[in-house]
């Protein structure tokens, strides 16, 4: 008998609540500061100044679409199921976040000066290296709705990313009794499979950008990002290919037996072959204990195995921005995120064991209590591990700064200043 079937979902989600913070340092001598302000801070030659605005938001838009088509043949042969099948999926996911902030315009923009030439407020960078950011147009922070449409046009550049994912699968299985022993048949079921993933990101601004620093006095160094929100790296195509046989038998001991009502083992051996991390075997063992009507005990034992996937592999480095708290300076502020993925990973391993129990009490119909217990033993755990991570930080904190995980989070000064300018510029 033949089979198809298909089915595709499209999805579309806007997002208008994310505001757009600014921060950085301000001259004391910015013409748009008000004068009471200046006076203020005579002595100062700068100040750090935060505000969220109001008038623009990033807006974040993501459009989904999915596809998959299975189909195969399957049939019976002497009492034996076959199944043979192909299955095909691709997923494509575009993000456009049409508010993105250059960070080297914003820079630009808000160090702002009279122009000598005509009295007029102009971007210093202007003045000074015109080249860099030809068509500045210097912004005004002070004041609830006090940029301009000019400013905000000339700092804000869409970005977007389209991340594409697709899967071939081919398999086969066939089950089937071995034999009669005396407490039921004795049945076995073997499977193969082959199957192919790949990944490709296009992104139109990559975490690597940085602005053009020239002429800048402040708000852009060697390692500031080119834009304020999330961006991605490119893939330019990755893949994994898998292949898989497996064997599993169900061999009954007991049937209507005064010692239980039935009682069976099973068991499964799998081995994998994958083109990114090599082979892996797995195995499972396991009982079922029928006592009566009422109770049942199991055990299983298991060797447990997760692959590393595309992402994990290959996934881009990404630039995500926000607040984080920092133990070492004891303060909260802004800084960037960087994630990135890893390519020499291994699979991780498992040794699982199940005891449980089911209570079915005759006198309470429906009912049922099941009780069980789980001891669960991973080595080379695949985990993401972040520089924002509190834990991470008293590690680092605990070794004196000696800690490799002190690498995690990039400080513009030595270890041993607590200062506020030490809070880190990026968590790695």
Same mark, same amino acid.
């Given at each position: 008998?033949?089979?198809?079937?298909?089915?595709?979902?499209?999805?579309?989600?806007?997002?208008?609540?994310?505001?757009?913070?600014?921060?950085?340092?301000?001259?004391?001598?910015?013409?748009?500061?008000?004068?009471?302000?200046?006076?203020?801070?005579?002595?100062?030659?700068?100040?750090?100044?935060?505000?969220?605005?109001?008038?623009?938001?990033?807006?974040?838009?993501?459009?989904?679409?999915?596809?998959?088509?299975?189909?195969?043949?399957?049939?019976?042969?002497?009492?034996?199921?076959?199944?043979?099948?192909?299955?095909?999926?691709?997923?494509?996911?575009?993000?456009?976040?049409?508010?993105?902030?250059?960070?080297?315009?914003?820079?630009?923009?808000?160090?702002?000066?009279?122009?000598?030439?005509?009295?007029?407020?102009?971007?210093?960078?202007?003045?000074?290296?015109?080249?860099?950011?030809?068509?500045?147009?210097?912004?005004?922070?002070?004041?609830?709705?006090?940029?301009?449409?000019?400013?905000?046009?000339?700092?804000?550049?869409?970005?977007?990313?389209?991340?594409?994912?697709?899967?071939?699968?081919?398999?086969?299985?066939?089950?089937?009794?071995?034999?009669?022993?005396?407490?039921?048949?004795?049945?076995?079921?073997?499977?193969?499979?082959?199957?192919?993933?790949?990944?490709?990101?296009?992104?139109?601004?990559?975490?690597? *950008? !940085?602005?053009?620093?020239?002429? $800048?006095?402040? #708000?852009?160094? =060697?390692?500031? @990002?080119? /834009?304020?929100?999330?961006?991605?790296?490119?893939?330019?195509?990755?893949?994994?290919?898998?292949?898989?046989?497996?064997?599993?038998?169900?061999?009954?001991?007991?049937? *209507? !037996?005064?010692?239980?009502?039935? $009682?069976?083992? #099973?068991?499964? =051996?799998?081995? @994998?072959? /994958?083109?990114?991390?090599?082979?892996?075997?797995?195995?499972?063992?396991?009982?079922?204990?029928?006592?009566?009507?009422?109770?049942?005990?199991?055990?299983?034992?298991?060797?447990?195995?997760?692959?590393?996937? $595309?992402?994990?592999?290959?996934?881009?480095?990404?630039?995500?921005?926000?607040?984080?708290?920092?133990?070492?300076?004891?303060?909260?502020?802004?800084?960037?995120?960087?994630?990135?993925?890893?390519?020499?990973?291994?699979?991780?391993?498992?040794?699982?064991?199940?005891?449980?129990?089911?209570?079915?009490?005759?006198?309470?119909?429906?009912?049922?209590?099941?009780?069980?217990?789980?001891?669960?033993?991973?080595?080379?755990?695949?985990?993401?591990?972040?520089?924002?991570?509190?834990?991470?930080?008293?590690?680092?904190?605990?070794?004196?700064?000696?800690?490799?995980?002190?690498?995690?989070?990039?400080?513009?000064?030595?270890?041993?200043?607590?200062?506020?300018?030490?809070?880190?510029?990026?968590?790695?």
């Amino acid at each position: 008998m033949a089979y198809l079937q298909g089915s595709g979902t499209f999805n579309w989600n806007h997002n208008s609540h994310q505001n757009i913070q600014i921060s950085g340092t301000l001259s004391t001598s910015n013409p748009y500061l008000p004068s009471a302000y200046q006076t203020a801070m005579a002595g100062s030659s700068t100040f750090t100044f935060n505000k969220m605005l109001q008038r623009v938001a990033y807006q974040p838009e993501s459009q989904s679409n999915q596809f998959f088509f299975l189909g195969g043949f399957k049939g019976d042969l002497g009492g034996w199921k076959w199944d043979v099948g192909a299955t095909y999926s691709k997923a494509t996911q575009k993000t456009l976040l049409p508010n993105n902030v250059n960070n080297g315009r914003l820079a630009a923009a808000m160090d702002a000066v009279i122009n000598p030439a005509n009295g007029q407020i102009a971007c210093r960078v202007t003045l000074t290296n015109p080249s860099a950011y030809p068509g500045c147009v210097p912004i005004n922070l002070f004041g609830v709705g006090s940029e301009s449409q000019a400013a905000l046009d000339y700092i804000i550049q869409p970005t977007s990313f389209t991340a594409t994912t697709t899967m071939k699968d081919i398999s086969g299985s066939i089950t089937g009794a071995l034999f009669r022993s005396w407490a039921g048949d004795v049945k076995l079921a073997f499977s193969a499979e082959m199957r192919q993933l790949s990944l490709k990101i296009d992104s139109t601004a990559q975490p690597t *950008d !940085h602005p053009d620093c020239t002429g $800048l006095t402040s #708000n852009c160094t =060697a390692t500031t @990002a080119l /834009y304020r929100s999330n961006t991605q790296a490119n893939i330019p195509l990755a893949r994994q290919t898998v292949s898989e046989a497996a064997i599993e038998a169900e061999v009954p001991l007991l049937a *209507d !037996h005064w010692l239980a009502k039935a $009682l069976n083992i #099973n068991g499964a =051996a799998r081995f @994998a072959h /994958y083109d990114t991390s090599g082979n892996a075997f797995t195995w499972k063992l396991g009982g079922v204990w029928h006592v009566n009507d009422e109770f049942t005990l199991r055990v299983t034992q298991s060797r447990d195995f997760r692959a590393p996937n $595309l992402y994990d592999l290959f996934a881009p480095t990404q630039v995500n921005p926000g607040n984080m708290y920092d133990l070492h300076t004891n303060m909260t502020a802004a800084s960037y995120q960087i994630n990135a993925s890893n390519p020499n990973l291994k699979p991780e391993k498992g040794n699982t064991i199940t005891i449980g129990a089911v209570y079915k009490p005759h006198w309470l119909p429906g009912a049922s209590l099941a009780v069980d217990y789980y001891n669960i033993r991973i080595t080379d755990a695949i985990q993401s591990l972040g520089g924002g991570n509190l834990a991470v930080q008293r590690l680092c904190e605990t070794a004196g700064g000696n800690s490799p995980y002190c690498s995690l989070l990039d400080r513009p000064l030595p270890f041993q200043q607590y200062e506020r300018g030490q809070f880190p510029n990026r968590l790695l």
